[in-house]
């Protein structure tokens, strides 16, 4: 099981390269001061989800492979996402998370195509930088395309 928040299916084009779905997870511990997405703090919040039929889902209804993984915070679930990354192997996944890259765990990292990392400081938006809400924030190509 996962806890999710919401799918977004629109086609994001500022949550990495291309045309992308944002998967939303719920839970964060971060608690950023000006952050957008503040209903995904709580972790008893959103919707659990069987792994396996979130991966059906996915399969069927993100026709370009391209997949954000976003949150809240992803890595308080990171058993779950790790689960969630082996079945979609055949995917193009971006994941943002507020730690910084050695907090990573290495299973998850190698199985991303691109990561951001850093926590989002109010004081530091940017809306000029790519994939980043601000600038302490590093968007980190892991794989070639």
């Known amino acids: 099981m996962i806890r999710i928040n919401s799918i977004d299916y629109s086609g994001s084009i500022v ?3 291309g045309i992308r779905t944002v998967l939303y997870v719920q839970g964060c511990d971060q608690a950023c001061p000006g952050c ?3 209903k995904t ?3 008893d919040g959103g919707t659990e ?3 396996n039929d979130l991966v059906i889902e996915l399969r069927e209804k993100v026709t370009n492979k391209k997949l954000t993984i976003s949150g809240g915070e992803p ?9 969630l990354l082996d079945s979609l192997s055949e995917f193009n996944v ?3 998370t507020g730690y910084e890259l050695e907090n990573v765990p290495k299973e998850i990292l190698e ?7 850093g926590k989002y400081i109010k004081e530091s938006r940017s809306t000029t930088l790519p ?3 601000s600038s302490n924030q590093c968007f980190l190509i892991l794989k070639g395309d």
Do not use: C
């Open 15 to 17: 949550d990495g390269p």
């Open 41 to 43: 703090w709580k972790r």
């Open 111 to 117: 199985k991303l195509d691109y990561i951001k990392v």
């Open 75 to 83: 890595l308080l679930q990171g058993d779950e996402v790790l689960s």
């Open 94 to 96: 971006a994941l943002y």
């Open 49 to 51: 989800v069987l792994i």
């Open 131 to 133: 994939y980043v809400g």
């Open 36 to 38: 957008q997405n503040t």
